[in-house]
């Protein structure tokens, strides 16, 4: 071991809930916002988080642990009250998990240049107290429940479907009421928790090697246990337009028949495991000769083609898993015919003078 480092902190922070109000105002119409109503407690961040850092074999292990754990008090929610005023309502939230970094290849000094730099990290989010019954964040089906993640998905879901009657297609006969049981698809009864809007997981993998004047470089990325409510698909197979291909091509699935039928049935909504794996960049580098760098007037010079977001592997249905319709809104999370992230290429050329 060359090297050993232990890792302690602890912190608070906080800030006036009025400044939030302040910065992020609300309406009040008619009645407008009772005095009282104004909160007066702020709201307290504390973290504790403690980790290790160490380097083996002269450098050509490294090796990076943290665990943390942060608490929000007196975190606000805004509902609607008598005379359409806007009323507060705190609560407390969690936060704790780990982050690990793991990097093995050679040190500076050695003459082959490479590596490959592991990151990971795990987090669990909940809404530890909220004052009042759980809120509605939405159209999205998404709460603010104690017990579960901030922004929890809670719908209705599909538990099961079969075509009864054998003719190949699931139909909708008794399906547009509360009650499925004479549906070809079932729905639960009630709302149940479907899943975490944020990453639960986060996986990184990068890799880098250079071989004389050719560098290749990669960084894989992953983010597991996360969930998007697919509005667009709601929106092409129920409204009345029905441009999906389950509500007109008979070879469709049953399983994209199943989620066409129950759009029908009140309280269903598509949520998603929109967890994915992606190839978030790659590149190739290539030194220029010197005398090819002079002939444009420089000492050396270096020709990058580079590419983002090159594959995607996901189990989500809709445009793409990492996209959300409210922008950066950190309490909607829903894809309603957003524009995926795009793929490019580039090509750059770096000259030394």
Request: glycine residues 12%.
């Amino acid at each position: 071991m060359d090297g050993l480092r232990v890792r302690a902190a602890y912190g608070q922070a906080e800030r006036h809930p009025a400044e939030l109000l302040t910065a992020f105002p609300q309406p009040c119409p008619q009645g407008g916002c009772l005095p009282d109503e104004k909160p007066s407690t702020p709201q307290r961040h504390t973290e504790v988080e403690g980790g290790v850092d160490a380097e083996l074999w002269g450098g050509w292990l490294e090796l990076s642990l943290t665990a943390y754990a942060r608490h929000t008090e007196g975190v606000l929610a805004l509902v609607n009250g008598p005379n359409f005023s806007q009323i507060p309502r705190s609560g407390r939230v969690g936060n704790r998990g780990g982050e690990a970094r793991v990097r093995v290849g050679a040190p500076p000094a050695a003459g082959l240049q490479w590596e490959l730099v592991a990151t990971g990290a795990v987090n669990r989010n909940r809404l530890e107290e909220l004052e009042g019954g759980p809120i509605i964040l939405g159209i999205t089906g998404q709460f603010a429940r104690e017990g579960f993640p901030v922004g929890g998905f809670y719908v209705r879901r599909i538990t099961g479907f079969a075509d009864r009657n054998g003719d190949g297609v699931i139909g909708n006969a008794g399906c547009t009421t509360s009650d499925t049981s004479a549906c070809e698809v079932q729905v639960s009864d009630d709302p149940e928790f479907a899943g975490s809007p944020d990453p639960t997981r986060m996986l990184g993998l990068r890799g880098r090697i250079r071989l004389g004047w050719v560098e290749l470089s990669a960084l894989l990325d992953h983010q597991g246990g996360v969930h998007r409510a697919n509005v667009t698909d709601r929106f092409r197979c129920h409204s009345p337009v029905q441009a999906c291909r389950a509500s007109y091509d008979p070879s469709a699935s049953l399983e994209e028949q199943a989620r066409l039928v129950a759009f029908a049935v009140p309280g269903y909504l598509q949520v998603e495991d929109a967890s994915f794996t992606r190839v978030r960049e790659a590149a190739v580098t290539l030194s220029v000769p010197g005398r090819w760098a002079r002939l444009l007037g420089g000492r050396g010079a270096e020709l990058t083609i580079a590419g983002r977001n090159l594959a995607t592997w996901t189990p989500y249905t809709g445009l793409d898993p990492e996209t959300n319709y409210q922008g950066a809104n950190s309490l909607v999370f829903a894809e309603f015919f957003t524009q995926p992230l795009p793929r490019t290429v580039t090509t750059r050329l770096d000259v030394r003078f």
